[in-house]
């Protein structure tokens, strides 16, 4: 009796075990890729940077089986709008590798500062291909927004026009904005560009300096903004 009640307590074990690894979730979909960059825009504006290139990294997320040893690629293209390959963005691989054991990769997109005032714009795709297949298209900005950004798609907006007075621009001290005055003050000073997007650097201390020191500077050297000579704020001729 005793040994048919082990029997059957070791049975359903047994059974139970199976059933546990029948349970167990396994990948059965399809290999995916997606871009995974929140937003499906971004933005370069060249007036604030110094240099004349900048990449924008675009980071593509995947899913799907990983074989140990073996690397997966990505297949992209970059369909451009009003810009020009070479002259202001540098072509694209055909394919990206996504090395074995890992679940994303980057592709750089290298823009190039504009020779005109016109706004370039490039799209970067992803291309179906053998190792991914691209069903997640695209995602809301937050739960429950009927606002939708794509998931295969990025686009690159970029320009060398100033189009507004950055937001540490204080008009008592530098007057009136213009995108040459801007230039000159970071050429003459020699101060980034990126430096007029910082509260914390452009204390009322370091504003007072730089206007001063660029109204001695124009005293001296004279430059035409438009129709009229280049002058600092107001405050600074009281």
């Known amino acids: 009796m005793n040994k048919t009640i082990l029997l059957c307590l070791a049975l359903t074990c047994l059974l139970s075990l199976v059933g546990c690894e029948q349970k167990i979730d396994t990948w059965s979909g399809q290999n995916v890729a997606y871009i995974n960059m929140e937003v499906d825009s971004t933005v370069v504006s060249f007036a604030y940077l110094d240099e004349d290139v900048d990449t924008v990294s675009v980071e593509i997320t995947v899913m799907g089986d990983v074989e140990e040893g073996v690397s997966r690629y990505v297949e992209v293209k970059l369909v451009e ?3 020009t390959a070479g002259e202001d ?5 055909e394919r990206y590798e996504v090395p ?5 990769c980057v ?18 795709e992803l291309v179906e291909n053998n190792d991914f297949h691209l069903y997640y298209e ?3 900005l937050t739960s429950g927004s009927a606002v939708v950004y794509s998931k295969t798609t990025h686009r690159i907006l970029f320009n060398n026009v100033m189009k507004e007075a950055p937001n540490t621009w204080n008009v008592y001290y530098f007057g009136t904005f213009s995108p040459l005055k801007f230039e000159t ?8 560009r990126t430096s007029f997007l910082s509260a914390s650097y ?3 201390g370091r504003i007072s300096y730089i206007a001063n020191y660029m109204k001695a500077y124009l005293d001296e050297h004279p430059i035409m903004d438009g129709d009229k000579e280049m002058r600092m704020g107001d405050f600074l001729y009281q």
């Open 89 to 93: 963005y540098e072509t694209l691989a």
């Open 202 to 204: 452009m204390g009322s």
């Open 107 to 124: 592709i750089p997109v290298v823009v190039k500062r504009p020779n005109d005032e016109s706004d370039k714009e490039v799209i970067l």
């Open 100 to 104: 074995s054991g890992e679940t994303s």
């Open 138 to 140: 695209d995602d809301v």
């Open 81 to 83: 709008k009003n810009a």
């Open 185 to 192: 003050i970071c050429t003459v000073m020699e101060i980034p």
